[in-house]
């Protein structure tokens, strides 16, 4: 009876403890994040304290104590002072990965850009917590700021002569632009389905409207990062180096895909790709695996070739096998692109095939606009019709603007050249035609309503 009693009074008493420290732990969080939103560098104190007692507590420990150091940081007045509360800031990551392990929140990637931010530490360091975050966290690698620092440090260690070769260079900007890809795919088919709603004639929320936005700047920097990564890498890889380059490497890797990949694609953004030795690279990959790659660069050859109807085929196949809508829109956006030069109709078409994947593809509208501005003397009764598809060639660049933020600049100014170009308000006048429509009946098949004065 006396050990039945004993062991009674030990689990009351631990209840009651871990009761007593589950009410502290509330109330010193609440006290924390009420004065990391009034921005109080004392939250720092009621931090310590959760560090210290109540760890595993909830995970907003983290969250907002991230943004209590980040504060110490900013308010730092000494260089010693400051480089203290970032360590702190390191350690506080590995805290939470520690106590909250699948947390999501790219605390390694973190952790380097923390010592690139604040200029702490040195340049070897941050590559190093940038590259094991790469290797060991590639799911929550998302930063596109993390990405063009390590990629930027791994291009000056090779510039360097510090120990990095071209290869591992062309390797790791491959891999970011592939997580690149996959990053602005994420963004990019959630905008699409904002924008199937809005054609659908649905109106969004203001929650919905907000997501786009934030959507849109998102894909901005993710390009703008893919763009300062091709400046980089500009001098590393002209046609001069590349040919000779991947010529010594071939025989070794013919019968590795994920080489052939890389360097058929690589010669093809570099304009390379009329060099017999991607005719030979693109021919290997497609005997290896006929994959939606492997035949969109047999596509080029036979286009180069001369070989027009055997190239579309190629282009064709691969857009029916690539899964990733983006892909796909952009095989048919560069078959569009191909005819273009000859068959308005197929260009349309396949401008059109890429908007139905993916409705977010502006270049597809600029592309039609093109065809539109260019075909002035194709359709139309007199010259007043004429130049009124100048009008119409400006409602497809609105179009691109609208459904693509990268291009508002580039839509913007051509569709302010295509109306300078359409009849003048005293031409509107002079015509009686304000307000009326006009039907192009030709290949276009369209119609447009003049601008009331």
Request: proline fraction near 2%; aromatic fraction near 10%.
């Amino acid at each position: 009876m006396k050990t039945k009693l004993t062991l009674l009074f030990l689990v009351t008493a631990s209840f009651f403890i871990n009761a007593q420290n589950t009410e502290a732990c509330t109330e010193t969080l609440s006290l924390m994040v009420t004065s990391a939103k009034a921005k109080d560098p004392g939250a720092y104190d009621y931090l310590t304290v959760l560090r210290k007692d109540c760890p595993s507590f909830h995970k907003s420990i983290y969250s907002y104590g991230e943004a209590v150091i980040k504060l110490k940081i900013e308010k730092a007045t000494t260089a010693q002072d400051k480089e203290k509360f970032v360590r702190d800031l390191l350690k506080l990551y590995d805290e939470h990965d520690q106590y909250f392990p699948g947390n999501g929140a790219g605390n390694k990637m973190k952790k380097g850009l923390a010592l690139f931010d604040n200029k702490i530490g040195t340049t070897d360091e941050v590559f190093n917590l940038l590259d094991v975050a790469f290797k060991t966290d590639y799911a929550n690698f998302k930063y596109a700021k993390a990405m063009y620092v390590y990629f930027e440090i791994l291009v000056n260690k090779h510039k360097a002569n510090n120990g990095v070769e071209l290869q591992q260079v062309f390797d790791k900007y491959d891999d970011l632009t592939k997580k690149l890809d996959e990053e602005e795919e994420e963004l990019s088919t959630e905008k699409d389905g904002l924008l199937s709603k809005e054609e659908a004639g649905q109106a969004l929320t203001d929650k919905e409207n907000l997501r786009k936005s934030r959507l849109e700047n998102n894909l901005e920097i993710f390009e703008n990062v893919r763009n300062d990564m091709d400046n980089i890498i500009l001098e590393l890889s002209t046609c001069e180096k590349l040919i000779p380059f991947y010529q010594k490497s071939f025989e070794e890797n013919k019968t590795n895909e994920e080489w052939l990949k890389r360097a058929t694609n690589r010669l093809e953004v570099k304009g390379c790709d009329s060099d017999p030795l991607f005719s030979k690279m693109s021919e290997a990959l497609y005997k290896l695996n006929p994959s939606a790659e492997a035949a969109e660069k047999l596509g080029i050859v036979e286009y180069q070739r001369k070989n027009v109807t055997k190239a579309m085929e190629y282009f064709n196949q691969a857009a029916d096998l690539y899964k990733d809508n983006t892909k796909k829109a952009n095989t048919y956006y560069k078959i569009a692109s191909l005819y273009s030069k000859s068959n308005k109709v197929q260009a349309r078409a396949y401008a059109r095939k890429a908007l139905q994947v993916k409705p977010s593809y502006g270049k597809a509208y600029l592309l039609i606009a093109s065809l539109y501005g260019n075909s002035i003397n194709e359709c139309g009764a007199d010259q007043f019709e004429k130049r009124a598809m100048y009008w119409l060639a400006a409602q497809y660049c609105d179009k691109a603007a609208a459904v693509d933020s990268t291009l508002k600049g580039k839509a913007s100014g051509d569709a302010a050249r295509y109306r300078a170009a359409a009849p003048s308000k005293t031409e509107i006048f002079q015509s009686g035609k304000a307000g009326q429509r006009i039907a192009f009946n030709c290949w276009v098949g369209e119609s447009i309503i003049v601008p009331n004065l």
